[in-house]
């Protein structure tokens, strides 16, 4: 399994940026994928997420009305759109997937990240 997440880097507040993260070794469309973020001090939290086959997504209330989860089944890829960047938003961003391995149990697997630097 490999996730290889790429796009970040340093961007104006209210700035856009899209995070896509690369998938292999699993099937892409039956497991659930999601972008978690950890600043400097702070444990990791959950940013977006999307559950496969049924496209339905989740967010953080931070993040609700700024950014955007969505997959490319096509091509084994889940993007995060990040809209109005602020100086919180700040974080190295995670690529993970839930790979389902039994009807009871999915392993979680993680990209390397992908720092995301929004100046005050």
């Known amino acids: 399994v490999q996730l290889v997440e790429s796009g970040g880097g340093l961007v104006r507040p209210g700035g856009p940026l899209r995070l896509p993260c690369a998938a292999s070794?699993?099937?892409?469309?039956?497991?659930?994928m999601g972008w978690y973020r950890q600043a400097p001090g702070k444990e990791r939290e959950l940013v977006a997420a999307?559950?496969?086959?049924?496209?339905?997504?989740d967010y953080a209330d931070s993040v609700k009305g700024r950014f955007t989860i969505s997959g490319d089944n096509a091509k084994n890829t889940v993007y995060l759109q990040m809209n109005n960047l602020k100086t919180d938003d700040t974080a190295v961003y995670y690529c993970?997937?839930?790979?389902?391995?039994?009807?009871?149990?999915?392993?979680?697997?993680w990209g390397q990240g992908t720092q995301v630097t929004v100046p005050s």
């Open positions: 993970n997937a839930a790979v389902p391995i039994s009807w009871a149990y999915n392993q979680d697997y």
């Open positions: 070794g699993f099937t892409f469309s039956s497991s659930d």
């Open positions: 999307i559950t496969n086959p049924t496209g339905i997504t």
